[in-house]
T-cell receptor, first 114, second 112 residues
Framework: QQPVQSPQAVILREGEDAVINCSSS?????VHWYRQKHGEAPIFLMI?????EQKGHDKISASFNEKKQQSSLYLTASQLSYSGTYFC???????????????FGKGTRLHILP | NAGVTQTPKFQVLKTGQSMTLQCAQD?????MSWYRQDPGMGLRLIHY???????DQGEVPNGYNVSRSTTEDFPLRLLSAAPSQTSVYFC???????????FGPGTRLTVT
C-alpha cells in the first residue's frame, strides 16, 4: 500500500525551512528517503529504521515515529540545490523475507526560489 | 565502477511490439528492482529480485516479464506493448533492503 506524502508541492525562498511528511496505514520497519531532480535518477538521502537507527546524509535530518507510522524530512536553511521531488519509500518488515519490498509514495515537489 | 546501467535511453514502440529493457550492475548487489514513473504517480514497483534465479511481482506487474539468470543482469520484457506502458523506467540495485538503492539513468519509453 502506497504511503501518503504531504504536502504535494511547496515553494520556498532560499534560506527558508521545509518539512515533508510521509505516513502509512500499516506498521513499518523502515522509511527510505530519495530526492530526484528533473530528468535524473532518484538519489538516496537516508534510511530510518525501527529502533532509531539512521543511515545516510549528515546534513539532512529526519524523524520516524514508529507508533504513528509517520516520518518527516526536515530541510533547514534551504539552498537552491535542494529543489527537486522527494520520495519516501516504506518497508513493512525487516527485508529478510522474499516478499518484502519497498513501496514509494507519489512524491513532494520542492521548488526553491533565489 | 559503472554502477547501474540501462539501455536504451529512449525507445519508441508501436502497439503490439515487444522489446527488452536492459539493466546491469557491477556492484555484486543481490537485490534488483524495476520501477515505472508516471507524472503524479511516483515510483511504482513492477518486479523485483532478491538474487539470481528468484523474481517476484511488485505493484504493477501486468504486461511485463523479468528473469534473473546472473547477479549482474535483470532485463525487463514488454510482451506486447500498449500505450498505457508509455513511461520512464528505472532499474535499481542494493545489497539488501536495509541499504540504499542505486538507480540507473532510466529509459524513456513511448508506445504509439
Amino acid at each position: 500500500q502506497q504511503p501518503v506524502q504531504s504536502p504535494q508541492a511547496v515553494i520556498l525562498r532560499e534560506g527558508e525551512d521545509a518539512v515533508i511528511n510521509c505516513s502509512s496505514s500499516k506498521a513499518l520497519y523502515s522509511v527510505h528517503w530519495y530526492r530526484q531532480k528533473h530528468g535524473e535518477a532518484p538519489i538516496f538521502l537516508m534510511i530510518l529504521l525501527k529502533g532509531g537507527e539512521q543511515k545516510g546524509h549528515d546534513k539532512i535530518s529526519a524523524s520516524f515515529n514508529e507508533k504513528k507510522q509517520q516520518s518527516s524530512l526536515y530541510l533547514t536553511a534551504s539552498q537552491l540545490s535542494y529543489s527537486g521531488t522527494y520520495f519516501c519509500g516504506t518497508l513493512r518488515s525487516q527485508g529478510m523475507n522474499r516478499d518484502d519490498k519497498i513501496i514509494f509514495g507519489k512524491g513532494t515537489r520542492l521548488h526553491i526560489l533565489p | 565502477n559503472a554502477g547501474v546501467t540501462q539501455t536504451p535511453k529512449f525507445q519508441v514502440l508501436k502497439t503490439g511490439q515487444s522489446m527488452t529493457l536492459q539493466c546491469a550492475q557491477d556492484m555484486n548487489h543481490e537485490y534488483m528492482s524495476w520501477y515505472r514513473q508516471d507524472p503524479g504517480m511516483g515510483l511504482r514497483l513492477i518486479h523485483y529480485s532478491v538474487g539470481a534465479g528468484i523474481t517476484d511481482q511488485g505493484e504493477v506487474p501486468n504486461g511485463y516479464n523479468v528473469s534473473r539468470s546472473t547477479t549482474e543482469d535483470f532485463p525487463l520484457r514488454l510482451l506486447s506493448a500498449a500505450p498505457s506502458q508509455t513511461s520512464v523506467y528505472f532499474c535499481a540495485s542494493s545489497w539488501d533492503l536495509s541499504y540504499e538503492q542505486y538507480f540507473g539513468p532510466g529509459t524513456r519509453l513511448t508506445v504509439t
